[in-house]
């Protein structure tokens, strides 16, 4: 909404003093081609063309027939696809050091890295939702209306009974901030961009998800496997990260750890 609600206000202000009314399909052309000429990406550029087909077709329906979409002979530019970002064991290694005495953050670190849950998912959880059984740890997270499990790896297992036992809090919450209260989404992606500064590592907490399924997908977990511990709604999602057979779940994440 915000970036589609950008581009109309680009192209009132490029149009001005003339009325978006008074635009014809060159002048959007034209438009277009100089957000190009000013360095504008492929990406970019096709977000912008979708912008204005959406809007200029519904200006289309909103006159009954009575005009065309002037957008709709827009072409589009092929993207390049480019590569999925991950942290490499120097960059992780930076990071541990930055985090060192920090047993909350280094368990999030861990935690994250060995399961590739999203932020949200880790500070819903509660205490109870750890269960430590012979074969290792197991965390419960909510997603997408239900329940499912993941498997912490021993390292991120350590980290997080560590951390756990130095709490004189009772809150249920897994994770909480220093005034006790639950941990929010926001002040777990503000300091680790803080530490992710620290360290001098480009990346952010979506990077460590890339990078648990671009390793995970090395060791050769079955694409199947890897789409259901990342909770993505698509195979085409996974694809990416290119895992190979192996067999069920529970094996998969288990044998598939990385330890840093």
Known sequence: MRTYSSELGSLSAWAAP??????????????????????????????????????????????RGEQENIASDLGTLEAEQSETPRLSRQAIRALLAVLEGNLRDMSILFLLLSTGIRVSELVAANRGDVEEL?????????????????????????????????????????????????????????????????????????TLRHTFGMHRGAAGMEMGHLQQLLGLKTARSVERYDPEAQADLQTAARETEERY
Request: proline share 3%.
């Open 18 to 63: 003339a009325s978006l009314a008074a635009l014809t399909p060159t002048d959007l052309a034209r438009y277009v081609q100089v957000g190009d000429e000013r360095g504008a990406s492929p990406a970019t550029h096709n977000v912008r063309v979708a912008a204005l087909r959406a809007f200029f077709g519904w200006w289309a329906n909103a006159s």
């Open 134 to 206: 012979d074969e290792g740890l197991e965390l419960s997270i909510g997603r997408s209306g239900h329940r499912e499990v993941v498997y912490p790896s021993e390292q991120a297992a350590e980290a997080l009974f560590a951390y756990l036992a130095s709490r004189e809090d009772r809150s249920r919450a897994l994770y909480v901030a220093r005034t006790g209260k639950r941990l929010a989404t926001r002040t777990v992606q503000g300091t680790f961009a803080r530490h992710f500064r620290a360290a001098k590592v480009e990346g952010s907490l979506r």
